[in-house]
């Protein structure tokens, strides 16, 4: 089975950067798509980018230009490097695995990690 493990979350001030990481057991990693989610309490799941196994990518209109996917097949690891961070990206954010369908939607999804928790202060 497998299994996705995220790192890289925690407390930047406002501008700065981090690069969160998702990591995937299983030897067929570069066969994946894999999204990237982040949830604040109580609201929906949203999107906020997908890297297609084939090298492409797609972001949310909130992120675009200043977070890039990037991904390691050798390492079985995909990167979300996040710049000029605001306050309204604090949440904790998720990697997962698309399986189908519409891929800004999280129904869309097979395999979620834990998340991990990013946090913009102002």
């Known amino acids: 089975q497998v299994q996705l493990v995220e790192s890289g979350g925690g407390l930047v001030q406002t501008g700065g950067s981090l690069r969160l990481s998702c990591a995937a057991s299983?030897?067929?990693?570069?066969?994946?798509?894999i999204g990237w989610f982040r949830q604040a309490p109580g609201k929906e799941r949203e999107y906020v980018a997908i890297n297609w196994s084939s090298g492409g990518s797609n972001y949310a209109d909130s992120v675009k230009g200043r977070f890039t996917i990037s991904r390691d097949n050798a390492k079985n690891t995909l990167y979300l490097q996040m710049n000029s961070l605001k306050p309204e990206d604090t949440d904790v954010y998720y990697c997962?695995?698309?399986?189908?369908?519409?891929?800004?939607?999280?129904?869309?999804?097979?395999?979620w990690g834990q998340g991990t928790q990013v946090t913009v202060s102002s």
């Open positions: 299983g030897r067929t990693f570069s066969g994946y798509h």
């Open positions: 997962a695995r698309y399986r189908g369908g519409t891929y800004y939607f999280n129904n869309s999804y097979d395999i």
